[in-house]
């Protein structure tokens, strides 16, 4: 079979970037331009901010992506794009400009779901086996998915309110950590002890996620400590909140392994970076004998590398859009 080259384009969030893969696994040229300074003024992404950003840099990032892989639009078999979910202005400007691309070259246009692509992150480092499950933690997502085969997706769980990397900066904000928050209480955690008595969120039988109630006893607890004229130790605070939200991630995904009786499991999206969730779940696949994946770590973070390598599937299974796609800021992975 002819080598296929996708040219993917992501802009779901505060990252412009494109990327052109060849396969489905291969990276053959990717750049991403982050926003994250400019956020950082703010403590968190401004969306109107992010999608102007968007619409400046969008065409420079698809030519140095086209420049770097030394190939041009002729050897593109198809355009690939993250049409949700998203901040919705953030997302039109990557679905306009595939549309754009995909009209003026003559190519097909691929829709992709970002999840789809954080999971076909995995695809870029060793092919997936199935059946396997899909813990995608991220600042905008936390879902359990069961893949019987390839783009095959049944979403088991998900947040019922804040993404984990959202808690994870809120948290950090009550610390006083600037954003993102998630690496710096990651490493507050792992200088802490986990000495400060915060409930298990959502711990019952479903493989949902809930993390607004934890938020809320780390807020009281601190104003609780100051109004008694306390100190709080931030690491043991750091230590505590992480522990719990760990130990019911890998709680529910353990489960879903064996309730789904997959033997494969892997991590995707910007948590997969907590070097305690890695650890975690490292030990508990070793015990149990599941085979653990995770991407590299620039594959875990928003890309669009992730998003050819899905698209690559999407393509070849025929997911074709016409040029009335649009951006949806929310849709469930089908
Ligand atoms: O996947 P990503 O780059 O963007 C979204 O699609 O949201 O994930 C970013 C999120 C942020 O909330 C950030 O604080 C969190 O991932 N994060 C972490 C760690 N590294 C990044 N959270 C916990 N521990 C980390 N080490
Ligand atoms: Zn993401």
Excluded: W
């Excluded at 992150?121 to 813990?135: G, S």
């Excluded at 909140?241 to 890998?250: G, K, L």
């Amino acid at each position: 079979m002819n080598d296929v080259y996708i040219l993917a384009i992501e802009s779901s969030c505060d990252e412009t970037s494109c990327s052109i893969v060849k396969n489905g696994c291969e990276d053959i040229s990717t750049v991403v331009l982050s926003q994250i300074d400019i956020h950082k003024l703010y403590g968190g992404v401004v969306p109107e901010i992010a999608s102007r950003m968007h619409i400046e840099v969008i065409t420079k990032v698809i030519e140095e992506a086209l420049f770097k892989s030394a190939l041009t639009m002729s050897d593109i078999d198809a355009i690939a794009v993250t049409y949700a979910p998203g901040l919705l202005g953030s997302l039109l400007v990557g679905v306009t400009a595939a549309k754009t691309l995909a009209y003026v070259y003559n190519k097909p246009l691929i829709p992709v779901h970002h999840i789809a692509g954080h999971i076909y992150a995995n695809n870029l480092v060793e092919t997936m086996e199935f059946p396997l499950i899909a813990l995608v933690v991220s600042g905008g997502h936390t879902e359990l998915v069961y893949m019987k085969s390839d783009y095959d997706f049944k979403v088991i769980g998900s947040t019922l309110d804040d993404a984990v990397g959202e808690v994870y900066d809120k948290v950090a904000r009550v610390l006083a950590l600037p954003y993102p928050g998630g690496p710096k209480v990651d490493a507050l955690a792992r200088l802490g002890e986990d000495t400060y008595a915060l409930p298990l969120p959502l711990d019952d039988s479903s493989y949902n996620f809930s993390f607004s109630g934890l938020k809320s006893a780390v807020i009281n607890l601190k104003h609780k400590e100051e109004q008694r004229g306390n100190e709080i130790i931030k690491e043991n605070l750091a230590a505590s909140f992480q522990n719990r939200v760990i130990e019911i991630i890998t709680k529910k995904t353990m489960h879903a392994l064996k309730e789904y009786h997959c033997q494969n499991l892997i991590v995707a999206g910007g948590v997969a970076a907590n070097r305690e969730l890695r650890e975690k779940l490292k030990e508990l696949c070793l015990k149990e004998r599941v085979t653990l994946k995770i991407p590299d770590l620039k594959y875990c973070t928003d890309n669009a590398t992730m998003i050819g390598a899905a698209g690559y599937y999407a393509y070849k299974m025929g997911y074709h859009a016409d040029l009335d796609l649009n951006a949806k800021a929310n849709e469930v992975l089908k």
